[in-house]
Structure formats: C-alpha cells, structure tokens
C-alpha cells in the first residue's frame, strides 16, 4: 500500500517535471515581491529535479565538491561557541547549494539563458518603480500577509535616508540586485540591437529597394521595452548611491564595449570614469579643475566627503583586519556561522552584520579549508565557463553574448562580495547561484556533446 502510493507521488512529480522549468520562470517573476512564494515553488522544482536526474547528479565531480563543502560547514559549525548560530547560519548556503545542484541540471540550453534573464529584466521594472516613488513621492508602505506570505516594507525617503532600497531592506543589497539585472539587460539590449540592425539590412537589399514590404519586418517591441528597462535600471543603481555598484556597472559596459571591439565607447567611458576619479582623489588644484564638471554626488561619495565623520569601526579596513584576526585565531574551523556580528561588537562596541568582504566572512566563521573550497568551486566554475566560450565549437555566434553575459554577471557578484556580502538576502542569493547553475548546466551538457562526438569519431 505504501509503496503503491510512493509510486504515485514519483509518477506525479515525474509529469511534472516537464513543465518545471517554466515554474522556475514565475518563480523568478514573483520572488522580488514575495520571496517565500518565490522560495517554495523553486524549492519544488528543485525537489522534482533530484527525482527525475538523481543519477546524473551524483555522478558530476562539482556536485561532489559541494557535497564535500556541506560536510565541512557542518562540522564547523559543531565546533562553534554558539552552535544554534552557527547552524542557522547553515541556511544561508547549503539550501542554495541544493538549488544549484538541481538547477544545473533542469538548465541546458542557451534558450533558457534568454528566458532567465528576460524574466529577471522583467520582473525588476516593479521593484524599481517602487524604490523611484519611495525616494522621490515619499511612498511608504507596511503591509503584511499571513506573516510571510507577502511582507513589504517601504521606508519613505529610502534606507539609509537618500539612498534608494526598494523593498530591499538596504541600499546595497538592492545595488547588488540591480547590478546584476543591468548586466543581463544590458546583455539582451546588445542582443536584440545586433538582429535589430541584421534584419534592417535584410529588410532593404540594395538590388531590390522597392521591395521591403515582402519580407517579414522584426518587431522593435522588445528593443524598446530593454531600452527602458536598461535606462530605468541605471538611474536606480545611480540612486543607490552605492559605490560598489557603480563600479561594477562601469566595469560591465567597459567589458560588454571590449568584446564588442567598440573601442570608441571603451575609450569614452575611461575617459568619464577618469574624470570622476581625478575630481575624487587627485591633488586639490587639479581635483577642482575637474570638480567644476564631474557632480558631487559622485565624487563626494567616492571620497567619503560625502559622510565625513563616519566612525572608524564603520570603515571597511578595519572590518577587515578584525575578521582576518579571527581567522587567524581559528584557522582550521572558525569561530562559527553568524558569530562574526557579536565579536565585533564586543570589540568594537558598535553594532554590525558582517565584515564586508565574502572571503573573510567566511575564513573567520567557518576556517581557511572550507572558505578555500568554496572559492575553489567558484573559481572552476569560472574558469571552465571561460573556456567554453574559447574553445567550444559547439557555441553559434548569436548564443556567444548571452553566455558572455551569465560570465559577466558571475563576475560581478563576485566582485561585489570582494566589499560586501550579498548572502544574508535570500532573493539576492537565490538569483546568484540560479545565474551559476545556468552557466554549469550549458557548459556541461555542450562537453558532454563535445566527449560523445570525440569518442565516435
């Protein structure tokens, strides 16, 4: 009788996994706006992925890798001070080390890439929209579903005051989030205007220009809503008024303009970010010449002119030297998860999540062995996306962007957790290892093409 009804659940499961991936879709649409809605349906197909490829799971060394990262998490947290910390803390990665697993599984194609990224592109415009009103309309909201269900809060005037956060619960977090949407976007513009330009030429032969009305035009529609999108984006990454996402999306149109051979736009753009740096940094006569056209609200910020009084415990050099001590004094297993807040502010006597970098975070709460991992695991993940873009043969010259993208976006998150840690936001943090199991699934289905064909020849 069990068994009967076990094969029953299988079976359902099983008929649904065909229709799962477009779950993840909706589930990346609802997820800014309610991530527990967002989370349960994710975690569902997850769940139907490990049924469906158990197999092809386990037998992928990178899985192997993470499973080896679990283990060693969770002793460290064993051996933590404060062990109910140090487990809870467990869920800010293992659960998403599951959904990586399963999702770079379910994500094979470079088709589902574009879906993915439209569907973020899409569903930041509400996001965005929101955090525009609450910063300049003073909108503020406080509205509550069933706890969870459905939890806004929009704090007037943006949190902290001036810089705009949406329903993010800071401006950072809500800088990282839309880092990472602009470079998607920005990614899907490129795309759509390179077809834009192909089928105008298309459209208009030189030998037959009375004849443009038999050929089937491309609609502009979706050129147009990236466009907005992509403008729309920046302004709020721009009132973030965080530096850390400035940098990043500077740095993605400077690599989007490299691998373009747009040399005109990469010398542009170094020549406004030189400007900017020099009316920041340089020597006062000059740093006024420049400061005569470059804003304040840029280089002010940059210089920290803009927050002068800013205590030293604030400052991100000496979050760091504390958390590198930390792991200095327990190299092997670390103090425990989510214990670095409470030493510092016994320390420090000022009140602070974490120490601003992903690396030390991790080498103080966890040990150097396991934090080497793990950014051992990222690294490969990298490097074996990078030569895939390379090498591949299998790669068609319109699905080559949109990898680069996905490799752009994983950069970023990764630079952006060289002075900020992006883990503590369940959104943020699904999107981020939804991004990397993209890049692993299209990366191991098309070597796995490329080892078949090999061994038939």
Sequence with gaps: MLGASL????????????SSWNYSLWALVIFPLSPLVGAVTIGFVSLITWLKQSRKISRRPLNWGFALLSVLLIVSAGFADDKTA?????????????????????????????????????????MVIIGLGQLFLGWSLKLEILWVVLNWTIVPGGNPPGRIASLFLHANTFAAYLAIIFILNLGLWLENYQQLRAKSKQSFPPHLPHLPHLLTPYSPLPFLFLSVAMITNFIALIFTNSRNGWAIAIFACLAYALYQGWRILVGGVAAIVSSVLLAAFAPSPVAQIFR?????????????????????????KAQWQFAWSLAQEHPWTGWGLRSFSGLYQAQMQIPLGHPHNLFLMLSAE????STLLFFGLLAWI??????FLRRSKYINKEDRLIFFSYLLAFVGWVLFNTVDVTIFDFRLNAFSWLILAAICGVVHRYNLHDRLASHSS
């Excluded at 094969?7 to 065909?18: L, P, Q, T």
């Excluded at 659960?95 to 569907?119: D, E, G, K, N, Y």
Aim: glycine residues 4%; aromatic residues 20%; proline residues 7%.
């Design 7 to 18: 094969n029953k659940v299988f079976d359902y499961f099983k008929s649904r996994w065909r």
């Design 86 to 126: 140090a487990f809870l803390g467990l869920f800010n990665l293992l659960p998403f080390f599951l959904l990586f697993v399963a999702h770079s599984a379910l994500i094979q194609t470079f088709a589902q890439l574009r879906q993915m990224a439209w569907v973020l592109v899409i569903g930041s415009m509400p």
């Design 292 to 316: 005569q056209y470059v804003p304040a609200f840029f280089w002010a910020r940059l210089n920290d002119d803009m927050y002068p009084d800013r205590p030293v415990a604030l400052m991100r």
């Design 366 to 369: 966890t040990g150097f062995p």
């Design 382 to 387: 990298l490097i074996t996306g990078v030569q």
